[in-house]
């Protein structure tokens, strides 16, 4: 089992209200409420016993919150991604500064184009990690993934997503082979083997949920399936994400744990 010591996050920008938002129904972010959430989503974090990392705000990338589609931090590398969406390119300049502080230039792997890699596409069991090919994670760029993941001990294989925007929208990896799933992945072949949480279709933001050592985070406001990871045997804590899911966003691209 992967304990995790640190963890990156980053402020959220008051640009944000102009970020990327597949449901513009749900209205835009209020920054103020959304740095509280962030707020208390940092001392969860802090609960598990990791080291928190708060990078300030950059008011040039209204997503940049969202630190996980930038890169993917294992325990031997960390393999620095090529967002699929051009507006969050660039975020990875700072990501790189900041990877540098842990890990040294032969343990940083790159994604390079035409290959687009988003961090959110990919879920960590164990040694093997699960690539799901997006409209922001292409067939190149999970080739190149696997490729590097392969140099340094690893294994890779591709999942296509056929509904959600990320693979992690739909599925939360909780270690122990319990694996929360909700919608397209409830039966897809590559879970079989899983001991499966299933997350109903009205509840199925609540999938994207985050394990933090032995702790799993779940957005506020789904009882069901805190009542579900309870009964699993895992201590559940809960943050609120309101803000964050009005920019398709939830608990776990809001860091990255290793």
């Not at 040039?60 to 930038?70: A, G, N, Y």
């Not at 080739?143 to 959600?164: A, C, M």
């Not at 609120?240 to 860091?255: A, F, H, I, N, P």
Request: a negative charge.
């Amino acid at each position: 089992m992967n304990m995790f010591k640190n963890v990156i996050v980053k402020r959220p920008s008051r640009s944000m209200v102009n970020g990327i938002t597949s449901a513009p129904e749900l209205g835009k972010p209020d920054y103020e409420l959304a740095l509280k959430q962030h707020d208390d989503y940092i001392q969860a974090l802090k609960s598990c016993n990791v080291e928190v990392t708060v990078l300030e705000a950059d008011e040039r990338f209204p997503d940049s919150c969202f630190v996980e589609d930038t890169a993917v931090i294992t325990k031997n590398c960390a393999i620095i991604c090529n967002p699929g969406a051009d507006s969050r390119n660039k975020e990875i300049e700072d990501m790189k500064e900041t990877i540098k502080k842990f890990f040294s230039e032969d343990k940083i792997e790159y994604i390079t184009s035409p290959g687009t890699v988003e961090g959110g596409d990919v879920m960590m069991v164990g040694n093997h990690f699960y690539i799901g090919k997006s409209f922001r994670t292409n067939e190149e760029g999970a080739r190149q993934f696997i490729e590097k993941l392969e140099k340094h001990g690893y294994t890779g294989s591709i999942v296509t997503l056929e509904e959600v925007l990320h693979l992690k929208t739909g599925l939360a990896y909780l270690e122990n082979n319990n694996l929360l799933v909700a919608g397209e992945f409830i039966d897809k072949e590559d879970f079989k083997n899983f001991n499966k949480i299933v997350i109903s279709q009205d509840d199925s933001y609540s999938a994207n949920c985050i394990w933090v050592n032995d702790n799993v985070i779940v957005p506020y406001g789904y009882n069901k399936t805190k009542r579900a990871i309870e009964k699993a045997g895992y201590n559940v804590i809960e943050v609120d994400t309101s803000e964050y899911r009005k920019l398709d966003g939830g608990l776990s691209c809001l860091s990255l744990r290793f």
